[in-house]
């Protein structure tokens, strides 16, 4: 494993977890 990979990864769940979050607020605000 590279630390390019590690990175990456963490990178992408930190979106993920931005846009989920950010998606519930969304939901029960209707």
């Known amino acids: 494993m590279s630390y ?3 990175g ?3 990178v992408t769940m ?3 977890c ?3 979050s950010y ?3 969304v939901i ?3």
Do not use: A, K, Q, S
């Open 8 to 10: 990456m990864r963490i």
């Open 14 to 16: 930190y979106f993920v």
């Open 28 to 30: 029960f605000e209707f």
């Open 23 to 25: 998606g519930l607020t």
């Open 4 to 6: 390019g990979m590690i």
């Open 18 to 20: 931005n846009f989920c």
